[in-house]
């Protein structure tokens, strides 16, 4: 029976491996994420904010997606991530950092990636690894990925629960809100940090009146252009 | 570890190492019925398999999907009646709960585009996602459903002789269920034999009469041969204000589609009352009514509607009867697509 078990195993285990073979971590180049309010690492417990209207606010949920990352030399591609799509998650350090492995000696002037997931993805049916739909990152209503998802408590909220929720989504026009972003290679090093400023995301947020936004329409479509500004490489 | 675990891991082990000593899921090719267009399905990314069909029709029929046990796909979705919930004029789910509209039949999926009444879905593949969630229909979270079913040995070995790995994730959950829904193909009525010149099918006088009928009045939006053109309109219906559903704008916020609703195919219309989007009309001769006098004008009904179709009474006895030449009763009672019985 152990045999048995030993070989199940090992079916088992090729048949869901990945083809990750060869490669370390310290291989490729690193591009990582840091979730921050006002400079400092965003905290999910314990701890609160303060915006620009005096409005008191805890984070609880930080999830986007950071997929077709390339690498361009005079605004054309040389190498671009073969089907990656990452599902980042404030509460999961792992997640921050993508590891890619370009080709040696690449040498590149400027990074781009999207910050969500672009239109023909949307429309290519179910998918699997980060883009699974269990992974609540999907819409159930109306077919779509959710790009970005923010979600806390407010003392001044609307909501008899003071939570507030930002799903931002939307890939067809008029409402498309995967936002493109990029940014310098840099010089030396084979690791590029984003930081990504929920404080500026929040800044000017009146959660009084504005606690929710779950559809694609004008208001994702507006704080997706919000959110694309707060990523910055210092 | 107790015996009676111990034999069901080698009950397990041994069905797991069958399913990999097959060969790999057998491939099924999608029969096109003679005349009719390409299918739209990309069958590249999903391919069919007996296995991935098999795996589907378990789920399909299996209440595990719903919060509480109690509701199947087939619970709106009944093969004998063209795959919709027969009699309710809106359809029911977990504790009763009446939800917004009347489940759509479900035929010859592999040749649509949007689904739901109001384009809401994109891709088949996904479709499942939104019954499984709603509140009104099933009323369960995707990620318990795949937790429940990663605990039944009889879905690992499954979901291994259709995906070459024991575990269900969401992605193999749905390309299942959407395998099964593909092998919905209805083509074997009356019209389709008449339409592939079988010997012995010949419309009668009063069918024919229909049929001409059928094609001057109707067939710009139920195009032949799906008896769709896979679009959305507004077909008159005054709003209800109890519902106040607003159809496809409900999705595009856009107010040139406000009370525009996907253009249900008419194939097996014998089968699948009651009619339109909330089931408001029980019977063809009331739908036939509708369009006769009753379509209310407003500023997105279709343009062909506009003052209605001239029918007489003549007329729309021909229509019915025509209509009724639309039953595919090997479609209705293929064993194939019923509940399997263990």
Known sequence: MKRFLLFCWTALSVAGGTNARGQTPSDGFALAFRPTVGGQPLRLENASYCNELEQTYSLETFRWYVSNIRFLKKGAVIWAEPAGHHLLDAADERSLTIRLVPPRGLVCDSLAFDVGIDSLTNVSGALGGDLDPTLGMYWTWQSGYINAKIEGFATVGSSPEKEFQYHLGGYSWPNASCRRLRFACPKKSNSLTVEVDLGGFLGKMDFSRNTSVMSPGPAARALSDLLARQFYVR | ?342
């Open chain 2, 1 to 342: 570890m107790s015996l009676q675990k111990r034999i069901a891991a080698l009950l397990l082990a041994l069905a797991l190492f069958g399913a990999f000593r097959g060969g790999g899921p057998r491939p099924v090719e999608l029969a096109v019925p003679a005349g009719w267009p390409a299918p739209t399905y990309d069958f590249g990314r999903n391919p069919l398999t007996r296995e991935g069909i098999a795996l589907g029709r378990k789920l399909f029929y299996d209440p595990i999907l719903s919060r509480d046990s109690t509701v199947t796909c087939a619970s709106c979705h009944l093969s004998y009646t063209a795959f919709t919930h027969v009699d309710h004029a809106r359809s029911h789910g977990i504790g009763d709960r009446v939800g917004l509209r009347n489940s759509p039949v479900l035929a010859n999926l592999a040749w649509g585009k949007l689904l739901m009444w109001d384009g809401a879905v994109n891709h088949l593949d996904v479709q499942a996602l939104a019954p499984i969630a709603h509140p009104d229909e099933m009323g369960e979270q995707l990620p318990n459903v795949i937790r429940k079913i990663n605990e039944q040995p009889r879905y690992r070995v499954l979901f291994a002789q259709a995906f070459g790995d024991s575990t269900a994730t969401g992605e193999r959950l749905l390309k299942s269920i959407a395998q099964f829904m593909l092998t919905f193909v209805s083509a074997g009525s009356k019209y389709d034999r008449v339409m592939r010149g079988e010997a012995g099918a010949q419309f009668t006088e009063q069918e024919r009469r229909g049929l001409d009928l059928f094609r001057r009045h109707c067939a710009s939006c139920h195009a032949e041969p799906l008896f769709t053109d896979h679009g959305f309109a507004h077909n008159g219906l005054p709003l209800d204000t109890a519902l106040n559903d607003f159809g496809r704008m409900r999705i595009t916020g856009r107010r040139e589609d406000s009370l525009l609703f996907k253009v249900p195919t008419l194939r097996n219309i014998e089968f699948s009352h009651p009619y339109m989007h909330d089931g408001r009309f029980k019977k063809l001769s009331q739908v036939l009514n509708h369009y006769a006098r009753e379509v209310r004008e407003g500023p997105t009904l279709a343009a062909q509607l506009r003052g209605g179709i001239p029918l007489s009474p003549e007329d729309k006895v021909d229509l019915t009867a025509f209509l009724l030449t639309l039953s595919d009763r090997d479609f209705l009672f293929d064993p194939e697509l019923a509940f399997l019985r263990e």
